[in-house]
């Protein structure tokens, strides 16, 4: 059986809900799939004034060497000042020796994320997160126009080839929305489809 990792990293809760949809995305094309996050780098008093969120559900990975064990990895963080957020790129800084055996090599892997406004650099935080993982050696699947609901102006959402996104407006009250976690899932869905042919 096909197994992914979604790993993510969430400071107000819009990347969790988007793991959880490319999560459901991945199961519904019969994958085992693992969701977990990296940790929290920042110091607790800049994160507690902050208003980051502590109560996350899903476990901490800390051990890089696990990613071998997966077929797909699906990686989720929120945009700093347009490129991945320094704690999932303190994750992916572990991983030299992963990197250097070549375990990841021919590996499925995606992106996603979150952004304050509609331009608020989306693309190229997915491409900061694609770019670390084409350096691993991963076949890269985004969120291809098979799913249309990434299209059209008659609301605002996020969506893009390169991986689902949404947009949390600036002070983050802005929850995914229907659209947007539906292209979280299909993006999900089409990378557990992808690893499975890759593996067989």
């Keep these: 059986m096909t197994k992914i990792l979604v790993l993510?990293?969430?400071s107000y809760g819009h990347i969790a809900q988007m793991a959880d949809a490319v999560a459901e995305g991945a199961r519904s094309a019969g994958a085992t799939v693992d969701v977990r996050r990296v940790a929290e780098t920042a110091p607790f008093d800049v994160a507690q004034?902050?208003?980051?969120?502590?109560?996350?559900?899903?476990?901490?990975?800390?051990?890089?060497?696990q990613l071998a064990q997966y077929d797909g990895i699906i990686v989720g963080t929120p945009t700093r000042f347009g490129r991945m957020a320094s704690q999932m790129a303190a994750f992916w800084d572990k991983a030299g020796g992963v990197w250097f055996q070549g375990q990841l090599n021919g590996k499925v892997g995606g992106a996603f994320t979150s952004t304050a406004s509609q331009h608020?650099?989306?693309?190229?935080?997915?491409?900061?997160i694609i770019t670390n993982l084409l350096h691993f050696g991963?076949?890269?699947?985004?969120?291809?126009?098979g799913y249309q609901g990434q299209g059209g102006v008659?609301?605002?959402?996020?969506?893009?080839?390169?991986?689902?996104?949404?947009?949390a407006d600036g002070d983050g009250s802005r929850l995914p929305s229907a659209?947007?976690?539906?292209?979280?899932?299909?993006?999900?869905?089409?990378?557990?489809?992808?690893?499975?042919?890759?593996?067989a």
């Design 49 to 65: 004034a902050a208003g980051f969120r502590v109560d996350e559900s899903h476990p901490v990975l800390d051990d890089v060497n």
């Design 138 to 145: 991963m076949t890269i699947v985004g969120l291809d126009y």
């Design 179 to 199: 659209a947007e976690l539906d292209g979280a899932r299909y993006q999900g869905r089409r990378i557990a489809e992808t690893a499975a042919k890759l593996k």
């Design 120 to 128: 608020g650099g989306n693309e190229t935080t997915l491409f900061s």
């Design 154 to 167: 008659d609301e605002v959402k996020g969506g893009s080839p390169y991986g689902a996104t949404t947009i």
């Design 8 to 10: 993510y990293y969430s």
